[in-house]
């Protein structure tokens, strides 16, 4: 039976012509041959399986070359090529730094390179794994990598540049290999299975490349993998099955699922994805990877990053047209916080679920949250200068009294404080959370309007506005806290702490409004800033006890009836 050969060994480069995906490093290594510019000494490092081993035997191949080809290319029929080919060749000589990296080892090949080459101009010593290399031997190698015999040349190559010790790297011109593309490697793979007599779809060659993460060697380990598996006919469904690899099918269909809200539909495929073997934390890094994807289809300047077959680029343009931005922004978002949660969580298999059920509700929440909008900024519902601000009355207030009035029998019979306090709760949650304020009906203000205006009209519609609400809240606070200054059309309110400046922005709207109303202007524009104190003025923007009694009677109405109640007031 004839001896296997893996194909990362039988089809590895041997010329420059047949390197993959590193073009400017072999034509910048060219160049050099061709003008006789060659240094002392190279570092090539990148990731694994890119060609750094295999770019350093090419490049001490061609040096000594006795015949070069005009496009620096060997001759492969010369004394020296042929010994190259042959393995047999005394002027290449690869030292593993893995396994060694001692002061011993770097001081035997510091005194082998003192001898001169039999065939050819040059030793060239290929130092793999050159990271591995202690401290003691780096500093044993400086003298001799900075000066060198004339016939010497180092090649060291690695894939963590990081470890390598600055003294070496000042002496080393440095060649920074890419991972390989998809689309170089899927090209790549295909030319090797027209030799092989395999018949491939080029999605299933596609998934190849991508498990391969950028590198060439461990694609082609993969290829022989599943050609064991497939035999000569490779398909997509079959690489998938060996490799284990979930469908893109399924990242769509629950794409699908998580925009129209189907929580069911989204577990019930979960649990179909378990049940075929498949890891949940798998699925959650291939969601975020899909969501990537349909964002950069959104935008045809981004289209190109896609790095997946021409079919399956369609179903991500195709999907993209259907969701959102904002849908795969929060859905990126969900993801990242499973992923970080999916580490320290004991039922892995929950967090996952709940991270599926919070995507299934991004477009139902941000329905609520439009149809809820003009809710959010219920501390001033401006409806008219003649109507009501702030907190509605009660329909039997003639006064626009928010206070809980007693019956006169319970007034006759003297009910308790927790009597009162118990009737308090009732009716202000009746009132607050029964009986919803309707929606202000929105300020019809003529934008050709430009009447003239001054510090004071600014202030009296202010006034107007503090006096038709509670002169307790957050917003009353700020407005009267310090004088609006005026620069042209833009009227300047400062506040005194944040607090202050969320509850004004959160109604900016509304203020905006009532402001051109009042003073007859469709061009005034509100700014809200932060008090900033001067010399010898006391700091103000600390939160107050006023200020926190007013946010927590904003936020629950319960506490402004029982400090009505009891009379109640800050010490």
């Known amino acids: 039976m004839d001896n296997f050969i893996v194909s990362a060994r039988k089809y590895r480069p041997a010329s420059f012509d047949t390197v993959v995906g590193q073009l400017s490093i072999t034509s910048t290594l060219r160049n050099a041959i061709v003008n006789h510019q060659l240094a002392q000494a190279y570092l090539f490092c990148g990731p694994r399986g890119v060609g750094k081993t295999t770019c350093a035997r090419i490049f001490a191949k061609t040096i000594n070359c006795q015949n070069l080809q005009p496009n620096a290319e060997p001759c492969n029929e010369c004394e020296s090529c042929k010994a190259f080919n042959t393995g047999r060749s005394l002027n290449i000589h690869e030292l593993d730094a893995a396994s060694n990296n001692s002061v011993d080892d770097i001081r035997g090949l510091v005194d082998q390179v003192r001898i001169l080459p039999q065939v050819g101009k040059y030793s060239v010593y290929i130092i793999d794994e050159v990271h591995m290399l202690s401290t003691s031997a780096f500093n044993a190698f400086l003298k001799t990598l900075e000066e060198p015999p004339a016939h010497a040349i180092f090649i060291l190559a690695t894939t963590e540049k990081h470890k390598i010790l600055p003294t070496i790297l000042s002496r080393c011109q440095i060649y920074d290999f890419n991972r390989m593309k998809v689309e170089d490697t899927v090209r790549h793979l295909q030319y090797i299975a027209q030799k092989e007599g395999v018949t491939a779809e080029e999605e299933a060659l596609d998934i190849i490349a991508q498990k391969a993460d950028g590198a060439m060697r461990d694609a082609l380990s993969i290829f022989d993998q599943v050609v064991n598996f497939c035999g000569k006919n490779l398909t997509y469904a079959g690489v998938i099955e060996n490799l284990n690899v979930l469908d893109y099918e399924y990242y769509f269909r629950l794409t699908d699922l998580f925009h129209k809200g189907d929580v069911s539909g989204a577990l019930l495929l979960f649990n179909e994805i378990m049940e075929k073997g498949f890891d949940a934390a798998n699925l959650v890094a291939g969601l975020g990877k899909h969501f990537r994807n349909v964002l950069v289809a959104k935008d045809p300047a981004t289209v190109q990053l896609l790095e997946v077959s021409a079919r399956i680029r369609e179903r991500y343009l195709k999907q993209a047209a259907v969701c959102e931005t904002g849908f795969l922004y929060d859905a990126l978002k969900i993801i990242e916080q499973c992923e970080m949660q999916y580490k320290v969580r004991m039922e892995k298999r929950l967090c996952v679920e709940i991270t599926l059920i919070k995507l299934c509700q991004i477009n139902e929440l941000k329905k609520k949250k439009n149809l809820n909008f003009s809710e959010e900024g219920k501390l001033l519902k401006i409806k008219d200068f003649n109507g009501k601000y702030g907190i509605p009355a009660a329909a039997d207030s003639p006064q626009g009294s928010s206070s809980v009035t007693l019956s006169r029998e319970e007034e006759k019979n003297k009910p308790t404080a927790s009597f009162k306090l118990k009737k308090a709760f009732a009716e202000s949650a009746e009132r607050y959370d029964v009986k919803k304020p309707e929606a202000a009906p929105a300020i019809s203000v003529r934008v050709e309007a430009h009447d003239a205006f001054d510090e004071g009209k600014v202030k009296g519609v202010f006034d107007r506005l503090i006096q038709q609400q509670h002169p307790d809240t957050i917003v009353s606070i700020a407005l009267k806290s310090h004088t609006p200054e005026i ?85």
């Open 487 to 571: 620069e042209g059309d833009r009227i300047i309110v400062k506040v005194d702490n944040q607090i202050q400046v969320e509850k004004l922005e959160a109604i900016r709207h509304s203020l905006q409004n009532a402001l051109m109303q009042g003073l007859n202007n469709g061009f005034v524009q509100l700014e809200i800033r932060i008090f900033e104190k001067t010399s010898g003025e006391e700091e103000r923007r600390l939160i107050t006890a006023q200020d926190k009694l007013a946010y927590f009677m904003e936020e629950n109405p319960v506490v402004a009836e029982m400090k009505k109640l009891f009379g109640l007031e800050l010490e």
